[in-house]
Nanobody, 127 residues
Framework: QVQLVESGGGSVQAGGSLSLSCAAS????????MGWFRRAPGKEREFVAA????????YYADFVKGRFTSSRDNAKNTVYLQMNRLQAEDTAVYYC????????????????????WGQGTQVTVSS
């Protein structure tokens, strides 16, 4: 059974940094794609970033380019989201998901592309 566990959320002032982790278990994920989404209060869940576990190609939402970086450790089945220059608008619950590889970028920018999700971790940025 696939399980995803996020960690690393917390509270930070605007301009600060946080690093999230997502540890996956239940199978080998080398050919998969791991994605990060977030849900802000009163809003729908939106795409943040994704990384192909094979090759490390990354995709980002426009609003995080240059501020957030996704990386992976295949040996640990873990992906990371380094978030710098955080803004109040980044306040949300952040979720990681896992999707089968082999599809185009557009698939991984949609929730429907993912089969499993973690429980989420809260990120709060105060201005």
């Amino acid at each position: 059974q696939v399980q995803l566990v996020e960690s690393g959320g917390g509270s930070v002032q605007a301009g600060g940094s946080l690093s999230l982790s997502c540890a996956a278990s239940g199978r080998t994920f080398n050919s998969y794609v791991m994605g990060w989404f977030r849900r802000a209060p009163g809003k729908e869940r939106e795409f943040v970033a994704a990384i192909r576990m094979s090759g490390g190609i990354t995709y980002y939402a426009d609003f995080v380019k240059g501020r957030f970086t996704s990386s992976r450790d295949n040996a640990k089945n873990t992906v990371y989201l380094q978030m710098n220059r955080l803004q109040a608008e980044d306040t949300a619950v952040y979720y990681c998901g896992v999707a089968p590889g082999g599809s185009s970028e557009s698939v991984y920018r949609r929730e429907s592309g993912y089969d499993y999700w973690g429980q989420g971790t809260q990120v709060t940025v105060s201005s």
